[in-house]
């Protein structure tokens, strides 16, 4: 068993849909979700069990073991990073073939669940399965034939799959036909379906992460001109950037410089129309609307996920 504790990259960015958020005026701060200290990561529990295959080492099968130290039995709990070594039971490979690959591996993902890097499949004598576009055998066999399913995002009939129903329009088998040592031709096809995509998806959360974020930032900015004082806090907005932190101490310094001229502006407009109260729209008085909003857009371009 192989173990790793090290995190991709893409964990280690901020996740977008309003993680960003102003508080209260007075308590600045920015929620850095899944940062390389807060990484949401699940274990993946004991061993998983594939069809015809079994782990190659006996202490990987067990589901519980004697802790020395507590003294108690304990759940056997492999973690992300920890990868099992599997071997074909006799009779399987990896292929479909008597000479193929009897081995494979899985590994325990930072989602919480084991990944598969193949399956046994019975050897027969038309050798290894054939390889079919946006398909993989499933390892199982139906009738004498070798089931296959299409990969993600794609179906038999183009239309998308129903998660967890019978997958109809997504399995089908090949038969080795032994007269002939090779299998029967695949006369269909693993279709696209319509289905958002990584990169769609990333783009979608980056425009709701981007409006919420403009609105709540610019929002705190103008409750705390009507108060007449920035947060002090303010100055710690930047502690979470790392490489754009210059970038966004700039930006900071800038604020608080057009904070400040605003809000003398303000006053003396005040004190020359000599009011009591003023309307909140009037259109003549001084205020932070335009430079928080420059703020928090340009802010906000330091904190975006990058498009994939």
């Not at 703020?295 to 990058?306: D, M, Q, V």
Request: glycine share 8%.
């Amino acid at each position: 068993m192989k173990q790793s504790s090290t995190l991709t990259h893409h964990n280690k960015i901020l996740l977008v849909a309003a993680t960003a958020l102003f508080l209260a005026p007075g308590s600045w701060a920015i929620s850095l979700r899944a940062g390389s200290s807060h990484s949401s990561i699940h274990d993946c529990g004991a061993a998983p069990t594939y069809a015809n295959a079994r782990p190659k080492n006996y202490a990987d099968s067990r589901t519980e073991f004697f802790n020395t130290t507590s003294k108690k039995t304990e759940a056997v709990i492999f973690r992300a990073g920890d990868v099992i070594d599997f071997e074909c039971l006799p009779g399987f490979s990896t292929d479909g073939s008597k000479e193929g690959s009897t081995v494979f591996q899985a590994s325990c993902t930072e989602s919480g669940y084991f990944k598969p890097s193949g399956v046994c499949v019975e050897a027969s004598k038309c050798g290894p399965v054939p390889n079919i576009t946006h398909a993989l055998p499933t390892g199982k066999t139906v009738s004498g034939a070798v089931e296959f399913a299409c990969s993600t995002g794609y179906s038999l009939d183009g239309e998308n799959v129903v998660e967890g129903g019978l997958g109809k329009n997504r399995f089908f088998t090949l038969k080795c036909v032994e007269f002939s040592g090779s299998y029967e031709a695949f006369e269909g096809e693993c279709k696209p379906y319509a289905f958002v995509a990584s990169g769609e998806t990333q783009r979608l959360y980056n425009e709701l992460g981007r409006a919420l974020f403009i609105v709540s930032c610019k929002g705190s900015l103008k409750t705390a001109f009507a108060n007449g004082e920035i947060p002090s806090s303010i100055d710690n907005v930047c502690n979470g950037f790392e490489d754009s932190s210059a970038a966004c101490k700039s930006l900071v310094s800038k604020i608080k410089s057009d904070f400040s001229s605003e809000l003398d502006a303000r006053k003396q407009h005040d004190e020359e129309a000599n009011k009591d109260w003023y309307e909140e729209k009037e259109p003549n008085r001084p205020g932070i609307g335009e430079e928080a909003t420059e703020f928090c857009t340009e802010l906000w371009a330091l904190l975006e996920l990058p498009s994939l």
